[in-house]
């Protein structure tokens, strides 16, 4: 017969309240019980402690991902930028090279090479850089981009430089020359007609158009693109109220269509003086200044000459 062992279960008190009877085979059950699911529980907690830091190391991994993420598109919004100042640089290079050639011409001084000689280092001129190329695919072939226009722009812009330290230096003797020269816009408005061939809006024909029309409110001031002295300031038929500057060097201006007059003949005047009004004498079909400019007795086209 088992030998049965007695379980007392007492109070708070310590008295007992309760008492059992329990074999040793039911007590070895027991505690064998007891150590599987401390065990069980163990596994579970060293399971739950590697899986809490699983999370938490995942989670930092996604964070750390965002954040490269987030570093990323920054730079390539850097590296967009950068190409965007490339192009502008780039921009600016060729309108400074357009700019020394209108000096050029206006102080009768020899022709350097235009854009397409000015890029001519190593090839033609380069394209603008496309900035809204996907970085993720053609990253490495927009920076190549870059550092090639970046080394070609260098070379043109000392080039530039060069040029622009010859022109200074031959402009010295020629400061007369550029006083006289009609580089300012003699008026504000639209330009409704330009220089060249055009059909008449009187005569249905085509005609040589030998100056600009600029159409603007009647009353608008009308200035001296440039230094000179007044030869006429009348009335002369289809060109209504006319004003006529001579400036030197070869070099008049004439001012068609005027409501009145500012200055006299024989008037001297200096570059940005106002001279007259904007009308709409003689044949005209609305307010507006008919401007030429005149080389030696030849029309011209004013756009040759103005600078702002």
Known sequence: MAKKYTILVIDDQGKPIRESRCSKTTIRLLVTATLIMVALLGVGLYRYASLHQSIAGERLMQAQLARQIHEIESQNKQIQLFADNINEIKSSLLTLNDFEQKIRIMANMEHKGGQADLFAIGGSMPEDLDTQIALREDHDILIRQMHEQVDQIE???????????????????????????????PTRG??????????????????????????????????????????????????????????????????????????????????????????????????????????????VNPMRYILD
């Open 155 to 185: 070379q043109v812009a000392a080039i530039q430089k060069t040029s622009f330290d010859s022109l200074v230096k031959s402009l010295d003797g020629k400061r007369n020359l550029l006083a006289a020269t009609p580089s300012l816009r």
């Open 190 to 299: 639209w330009l409704s007609s330009e220089f060249g061939y055009r059909i008449s809006p009187f005569t249905g024909k085509r005609e040589l158009h030998k100056g600009l029309d600029i159409a603007n409110r009647h009353g608008t001031p009308i200035i001296a693109p440039a230094d000179g002295v007044v030869t006429y300031a009348k009335k002369k038929w289809l060109i209504g109220k006319m004003v006529t500057i001579d400036h030197g060097y070869g070099m008049v201006t004439r001012y068609g269509h005027l409501d009145k007059f500012k200055i006299k003949k024989g008037a001297r005047v200096k570059r940005g003086e106002i001279i007259a009004l904007m009308g709409n004498t003689g044949r005209s079909t609305g307010p507006h200044l008919h401007y030429e400019v005149l080389l030696n007795g030849v029309p």
